[in-house]
């Protein structure tokens, strides 16, 4: 999602209506051509889109009454039944390419995919999805705020931003390496990320330059969950897949070190806040 700059005297709430409406076209545009289910890539856009829009629903909750039917409930639910597919989607397509599988693996990993994809395209067509799906355009031409969504957008940036950060630094991933700790260490970053691209536009560079090393540490950490995600679904690992996943593996950790270091710093993580305490 290409950053804007905020007018200079936008309101929080007229803001939350733009970032609501760019994440609804965003998955909702993607819905044709996913239930037709040929190609990957609208799946996985449907699957980001989705993303954003709770990650809106996350930050401007306070500022806006979102309607009836598009609770995060609803939507972490679609974005569930969107991961499901996607992840299998990904692991067809890494295993696809390697030798010494047993016979047995991508037709049972397809035929998952296959009952994944029924139970999506079942939730698509469904009452829930549409009811998110109506309710949001009714928001959208006539948004409802709460008292918060009249303060000005750039003197709230601070108080938005510096608890983000705070979050992410405190995660107890930066200090312990176990596999389901930095899985959700991916998962804090992942919805951080996407926060602050939403105001992006009224930072400088350093922000841009931040985002992308959270892109960076997101897909890094999303490859250790897929590589954990590989190994229970095909069970007996063979030679060839055992030495792609431990050279993956000893690139992780000798890349990972350097970053956790850096994240554990203070003064990186004081010039981050200070960073986020100065709009422009």
Request: proline fraction near 5%; include cysteine; aromatic fraction near 8%.
């Amino acid at each position: 999602m290409t950053a804007r700059r905020n007018e200079p005297n936008e309101r929080l709430g007229e803001f939350a209506r733009r970032v609501v409406r760019r994440s609804f076209r965003h998955f909702s545009k993607e819905e044709k051509a996913v239930l037709r289910d040929t190609d990957p890539e609208p799946l996985h856009q449907m699957r980001v889109g989705m993303r954003r829009l709770r990650a809106a629903c996350e930050t401007f909750g306070f500022a806006v009454r979102w309607p009836e039917g598009a609770g995060d409930r609803v939507i972490g639910r679609i974005s569930r039944r969107l991961g499901r597919v996607r992840d299998l989607d990904v692991l067809l397509a890494k295993l696809s390419d390697l030798e010494g599988l047993d016979e047995g693996v991508l037709p049972a990993l397809r035929e998952r995919r296959k009952e994944a994809f029924a139970g999506l395209r079942r939730t698509l067509r469904g009452r829930r999805y549409r009811a998110l799906c109506a309710g949001l355009r009714e928001w959208i031409g006539r948004p409802e705020y709460r008292s918060a969504g009249a303060l000005p957008m750039r003197p709230a940036l601070p108080d938005l931003l510096l608890p983000l950060g705070c979050r992410l630094f405190l995660h107890a991933g930066w200090d312990a390496a176990t596999g389901e700790i930095l899985h959700d260490l991916r998962k804090r970053v992942k919805a951080i990320r996407y926060q602050a691209e939403f105001f992006a536009g009224s930072y400088g560079e350093e922000l841009a330059a931040w985002i992308a090393e959270l892109k960076t540490i997101q897909d890094a950490l999303g490859g250790l969950q897929d590589r954990v995600v590989l190994r229970e679904a095909v069970g007996h690992v063979g030679p060839a897949l055992a030495a792609t996943l431990a050279a993956e593996e000893e690139a992780f950790t000798v890349w990972w070190a350097p970053v956790r270091a850096r994240y554990r710093d203070p003064a990186f993580r004081e010039r981050v806040r200070e960073m986020l305490a100065r709009p422009r």
